[in-house]
């Protein structure tokens, strides 16, 4: 079992940026893939990003590429999303997710996520 939880969140001015963090129990086989998605109020929850722990391989929404990085620690202990170019748009619970494999994993395992908030 993985235990992911995220920290990180807050409000923010459009334009500004914020880094999120997901920290892992432990670099298993669980969290070869890592994900982060996001839910705004109703509205279904969308993948964002996701890196393979083992190759580095990325991938970024379409609303998101060119402003949001997706990275791990060393250790692949914990994940990192820095947001840059922060929009209005971006406002939503972000989520860590890990396990599975594909676009944006499968979401095996989910952390409590963490709110962004994006002001004008």
């Known amino acids: 079992q993985v235990q992911l939880v995220e920290s990180g969140g807050g409000s923010v001015q459009a334009g500004g940026s914020l880094r999120l963090s997901c920290a892992t129990s432990?670099?298993?086989?669980?969290?070869?893939?890592m994900a982060w998605y996001r839910q705004a109020p109703g509205k279904e929850r969308e993948g964002v990003a996701r890196?393979?722990?083992?190759?580095?391989?990325?991938y970024y929404a379409d609303s998101v590429r060119g402003r949001f990085t997706i990275s791990q620690d060393n250790a692949k202990t914990t994940l990192y999303l820095q947001m840059n170019g922060l929009k209005l748009e971006d406002t939503a619970m972000y989520y860590c997710?890990?396990?599975?494999?594909?676009?944006?994993?499968?979401?095996?395992?989910w952390g409590q996520g963490t709110q962004v908030t994006v002001s004008s």
């Open positions: 890196i393979y722990s083992g190759s580095g391989s990325t």
């Open positions: 997710a890990a396990g599975g494999y594909g676009t944006y994993c499968s979401g095996v395992y």
């Open positions: 432990r670099n298993t086989y669980d969290t070869r893939c």
